[in-house]
Every structure is written in structure tokens, then in C-alpha cells.
């Protein structure tokens, strides 16, 4: 579930994005991403062992006007790797602090994907949430919101 990214060796390689984090007249003032390797992430050896596999991610971001149109450059918010070596499927989340304003995302995997050449492995990732925290007053007069933040689990 959620928007696959295939490594750079698989079809559709490339920026899943962008997607607008908050809406016209909000500003953000922390970005969160969420991930999900759904079959875990490893690599059997020929002895039945498992090792690790890694999958590097590049998530960018760009400041947007209240239309829509970009108000300045695609900027680096994080490049790094997530190494596993387990088949429990494994979900994460990242939350980043922004300058406050309106912002579009994307995110890229930019490693190969080592199930692609190597079926004993298991590597396959998913950008399954984008969250925008907003500043100031968010709710409206005329309606009740109600915030719970639960820790994911298989029993959800």
C-alpha cells in the first residue's frame, strides 16, 4: 500500500511527487514521512543465514505559494540508508523541522533494488504517509477536531 518506490534498476524509477503538504493559507512548520518495507527487508545466503540489505531514499523539498507555484528551488531534506536484515515487515516514520510556509514534497529511491537481480532478497519500499504540522490555529468555529497519534502495530 502507498506509492512504491522502485530502485533505479526497476521500471518507474524515479521521483514519486510532488505532492502539496498543507493547504493555501496554512504554513508547515514540521514535515513527517512515512515508510513501510511490507516483507521486510534482507537477503537469505546460501546457508540460510540472512543479511542485510540497504535502501537509500532522497527526500526533497520546495517552498510553494499560496497557487501553487513554486517560491523557490528543490531543496535537499534528507539523503541516508535503511539498512534491515529482517523479514518482519518494518514501517518508519521522519519528521523534519521547516521554516514556516507552504511546501511541496517528493521522494526518490536512488540504490538498486537488490530483489530485482537476486531472488533470495527482499527490498521492496513504500511511501505510505506525508503529515504536515501547521502553525497557529488550524480548527474552525463551527466544527470540532479531534487529534489521536497511535504507534502503528499489526493489531490496527
Do not use: H
Not at 117 to 132: F, I, M, N, P, Q
Amino acid at each position: 500500500n502507498g506509492i512504491a518506490l522502485p530502485g533505479t534498476n526497476e521500471d518507474g524509477a524515479g521521483w514519486s511527487g510532488p505532492f502539496v503538504c498543507n493547504p493555501a493559507g496554512t504554513e508547515a512548520k514540521f514535515l513527517a514521512f512515512d515508510f513501510e518495507w511490507q516483507q521486510g527487508a534482507g537477503r537469505y545466503t546460501d546457508s540460510g543465514g540472512l543479511v542485510s540489505v540497504t535502501t537509500r531514499l532522497r527526500l526533497e523539498v520546495r517552498e510553494i505559494d499560496d497557487a501553487g507555484d513554486p517560491a523557490g528551488d528543490w531543496e535537499l531534506l534528507k539523503e541516508t540508508d535503511y539498512v534491515f536484515s529482517t523479514l518482519t515487515p518494518q514501517r518508519l516514520s521522519e519528521r523534519f523541522p521547516v521554516a514556516s510556509g507552504r511546501y511541496e514534497v517528493r521522494v526518490q529511491r536512488v540504490n538498486d533494488a537488490a530483489a530485482v537481480t537476486d531472488d533470495k532478497a527482499r527490498d521492496a519500499v513504500s511511501w505510505t504517509g506525508l503529515r504536515a504540522y501547521l502553525t497557529g490555529e488550524t480548527g474552525s468555529l463551527d466544527c470540532t477536531r479531534i487529534a489521536v497519534r497511535m504507534r502503528a502495530s499489526g493489531q490496527l
